[in-house]
Every structure is written in C-alpha cells, then in structure tokens.
C-alpha cells in the first residue's frame, strides 16, 4: 500500500538521484571547491534550497556525486565481466577493459574523478573516494577472478586511460605521447 508519506519519499528519493546525476556534469567541471550550489540547483532546475532539504551541505552533494560516480563505474564492470562469465580471468578483464572505454566516452566521470582526487584534503571527499575505489577494486576482483597483480595492473591502466583521455594524447604524434598510449585504444 503506498502512504502520501510513502509517495513523497519516492518523489524525493527520485529527485535526489536526478539531482546528484546533474550534480556529477556541474562539478565535473569546476570541481569542490570552486562549484557553488546555486550552478547544481540550476542545472536541475530546483532551488538551491530543495537542495540543501535533501543533501546535508555542499559536501554532501559533492559526496554523493562522488559515490554515484564510483558505483555507475563498479555496475559497468560487474555487468561486463559478468557476461564474459564463461570466460577465464584474463578475458573476464578485457571485457571489463572494453565496457570501461566505452563508458570513459563520458569525460564528466573521469573529470569528477580526478576533481575528487585533488580534493582529498576534506575528509569526507577523501573517505568518498577510497569507498568508491574499494567498491571497483571489490568487483573486479569478485567478477574476474583475477589474481591481485592483474587487478592493480586493470586499475593503473584505467588511470592511465583517464590521463590519455584528459589531456587528448589519441593523436599527439610525438614519441612520449606514443609511449604512453602505445596498445591503447579509445572510440572517437
């Protein structure tokens, strides 16, 4: 049976969800500590004070941007691995490689990543990002099977993949450029 109270707590559930999605675009951006409220708020078309209603502060939308972030990437490779079940651990990992290239496509993710990273002073930020790197070092490792060598090995290519994407090496043609993207390939 669905209450008014039931209703409601759906509604603000859903709008939380849609909130803390546009909140990742926002801060993907301009990061912490230079995003104001009022951009997010705007970007999702609510008021800075329906925010604050659901979210505890800046930081708690920051926080749950973060952690959406951090677990859209641990679903996208639970979900890839877990169809190369068949698979041995090595090509469980590829797929995971493949649906992780594709979903890079989306730069807001790596860019709010690498926004939480520098942000790591705030404790909060700091404890957000290790759950959220515990959660995609916890699935690769349940889904691939994979010896702890090759998941470390999958995690320092995935950050290598966000660097080569940040800084749009693809197509330097100088040879440190090359070093670091040789064998690596991403969609246009």
Known sequence: MTTKATAGRSTAEAQRRRITTC?????ARTGY???PVTEVAE???????????LFPGKLGLFVAAVEHCYSRVATVLTEAGERASAAGP????EAMT??????IADRDLI???AHAQSACE??????????GLAGVV???????GAPDAAVQRFIAYGQLCHLIVQTDLDGEPASWARTLTAGIAHPA
């Open 33 to 35: 500590h230079a995003t």
């Open 111 to 113: 860019m709010l990543q």
């Open 43 to 53: 970007a999702a078309e609510v008021s800075p004070a329906y925010i604050f209603r």
């Open 98 to 103: 493949a649906a992780y290239v594709e979903l």
């Open 23 to 27: 909140a990742v675009a926002v801060f």
């Open 90 to 93: 090595r090509e469980r990992l």
């Open 122 to 131: 705030v404790p909060e930020i700091r404890s957000a990002v290790r759950r």
């Open 138 to 144: 916890t699935a690769v490792t349940n889904v691939s």
